[in-house]
């Protein structure tokens, strides 16, 4: 055997190694529904810290229940509104971050998977604009929800987000409509779809100056594409 072989055996033993880990730590039987229902379980088990084994059984725990083991930011939920339908929630790429840095998720309280479950209710838009106005100023506001194939979670849920800088610039590039009725945005958003026939899409909402509303569509992420979802810390 030449050195060069020798040399090639080596370098892919512990990449090999490596990608033995990762298809461990991703690929278990039964792990990628279990994260995909992380929100779920939130809704579900994490609202109420003064019900029993509230800490046993919530998998992010609120940082007032101060459950042992669960305390640090990226371990525990923190609550920021909640209406008998919906509640909003800090998402955890808060943690870490600058004060201003706003990121906030909206989602029912009933099961709905989904910007393509028939189920998604037409209220979330404005109650997740009056959590957005309490973080953020109008022109600010960014409204996300990602396609099925975007997102990494089976509980519909809004992304409460600030706008890029550049965003007016990207968005002629995108099919937008505008509404003066929050509670219209699933129907217009799913009429223009069909217009285009876009099977899979995701829909922005922010605020137009005359004062309605802009519902923009893209086969992307609008999360990713459209608003400054992560922090630099």
Known sequence: MSRVQVQQQAWLVPKLLYICILLFVFFQPGSSAANSNILLDIVQQCLRPDT???CEQCRAPQQIANCTGKTTCRATSEVW?????????R????????????????M????????EDSRRPDLIWSFSWQVALERLKPHEIALAVNPLT???QNQLHVHVVRLKPDFHDKQSQHIVVSTRDLDSVWRLAQRAADERQMP????LVSAAPNGEFLVTLTT??????FTQAVCSP
């Open 150 to 152: 975007k997102r990494t």
């Open 200 to 203: 899979e899409y995701g829909v």
């Open 220 to 225: 992307g992420s609008p999360e990713g594409q």
């Open 81 to 89: 509104a909640e209406s008998s339908e919906f509640v909003a929630i």
């Open 108 to 115: 029912p309280k009933a099961t709905v998977t989904g910007i």
């Open 91 to 106: 998402d955890i790429k808060m943690c870490g971050c600058p004060q201003d840095f706003v990121h906030g998720l909206v």
């Open 52 to 54: 029993p084994a509230y």
